[in-house]
């Protein structure tokens, strides 16, 4: 019998860490989990350094692009990240974990992402 497996998507947010504090007290469970940042290379300061601190506390895997870091691939093609047309979410977030799920035999699990309440616009069906 296969167990199902989980992949958490965690942006080093709000949510997404709240998801991670509810596990690490015990309140949520997932068999096979494995948790994922997707580094666009363009973070914030703060975000890195929370990253780092939260990685003494879970194991989080960091991918990133095969295209470089968004700030390089902005500037190689004049291009602004804009987040209306989140042309930069599929090439530097959902691209890069979608490499590494077909690499860690994780095609078929779950993807855990964290989203707050009146955020559902932002949910798609896929």
């Known amino acids: 019998m296969n167990e199902e497996k989980y992949q958490l998507s965690y942006g ?3 949510n997404s860490t709240a998801i991670l504090a509810l596990i ?4 949520l469970h997932y ?3 494995r948790i994922v940042f997707a580094d666009t290379g363009a973070e914030k300061p703060s975000t890195y350094c929370y990253l780092k601190f939260m990685q003494t506390q879970f194991n989080i895997e960091v991918v990133r692009s095969e295209l ?3 700030y390089d691939y902005s500037a190689k093609y004049n291009m602004i990240p804009v987040r209306q047309f989140r042309w930069c979410t599929d090439k ?3 691209r890069p974990q979608q490499k590494w799920r077909e690499e860690n035999g994780y095609q ?3 993807t855990i992402l964290g989203f ?3 955020e559902e616009k932002r949910i798609k069906d896929n």
């Open 12 to 14: 080093v947010g709000v």
């Open 24 to 27: 690490k007290l015990h309140r």
């Open 31 to 33: 068999p096979n989990l």
């Open 68 to 70: 470089g870091s968004l």
């Open 92 to 94: 530097f977030k959902i």
């Open 108 to 110: 078929d699990c779950i």
């Open 116 to 118: 707050c309440k009146g």
